[in-house]
């Protein structure tokens, strides 16, 4: 265009072939050429697109290919309670502890034997008759009497062993008062763990 030709330019007015508005056809037509050309989406945001006139409901709702979902992540392997082991361990080691009589063999009675001191017994004297039992060392309980032969006897009597105690001492004291000459009889009956039965004799002498 020359300078002239500028000088003599005017704006016009556009046909009205040129203008589309929303009330008209959604397509727009390509000058010389017949063919409709679709009208470009106006932007995208997420999931949702938004178009202009010109596109159909189908299309307007169909979903981008760069926007699909992503497949979920695989779930976390679970962690190992490693921090738990040690006082677990410790608290297992305690329970075993405290269940080990309980869960060990019982009392059990190995070798007893009984004996009076003195053999002799002077005028008004005291005899001290003394059972020794040896057991297994567990814990338990022993039951026992004893009878003389003076017609007597103590009632049920009982000896607590703790663990590791391997020996038991039971006394009995018999005094004699008097003139006479006789031999007394001393039983130990043990009832349990398992029954058995000691004795042993001395002699009282008052002239």
């Known amino acids: 265009m020359t300078p002239q030709d500028d000088a003599e330019y005017s704006a016009t007015a556009l046909g009205s072939h040129w203008i589309v508005r929303p009330e008209e056809d959604r397509t ?3 000058q010389g050429t017949g063919q409709e050309r679709p009208t470009r989406p106006d932007r995208v945001e997420g999931t949702v697109l938004r178009f202009g006139p010109g596109v159909t409901a189908a299309v307007a709702h169909r979903t981008h290919p760069a926007l699909a979902a ?4 695989p779930a976390p392997a679970p962690r190992r309670p490693r921090r738990h082991a040690l006082p677990a361990l410790v608290v297992l080691c305690v329970l075993a502890y405290l269940a080990w009589p309980r869960l060990g063999p019982p009392l059990a009675v190995r070798t007893a034997a009984v004996t009076a001191r003195p053999a002799v017994l002077g005028c008004d004297g005291t005899a001290h008759v003394t059972g020794l039992v040896t057991t297994n060392g567990r814990p338990g309980t022993l039951s026992y009497r004893w009878v003389r032969s003076d017609g007597t006897a103590s009632g049920v009597l ?3 062993t703790v663990r ?3 020996q038991a001492r039971l006394r009995l ?3 004699f008062q008097g003139t006479g000459h006789r031999t007394a009889r001393a039983e130990l009956r043990i009832l349990s763990p398992a029954p058995r039965t000691l004795t042993t004799r001395f002699t009282y002498d008052c002239p």
């Open 158 to 160: 009982k000896e607590q």
């Open 173 to 175: 004291r018999w005094t």
């Open 70 to 73: 992503a497949p979920p992540s």
């Open 164 to 166: 590791g105690q391997k």
């Open 28 to 30: 727009l037509v390509e």
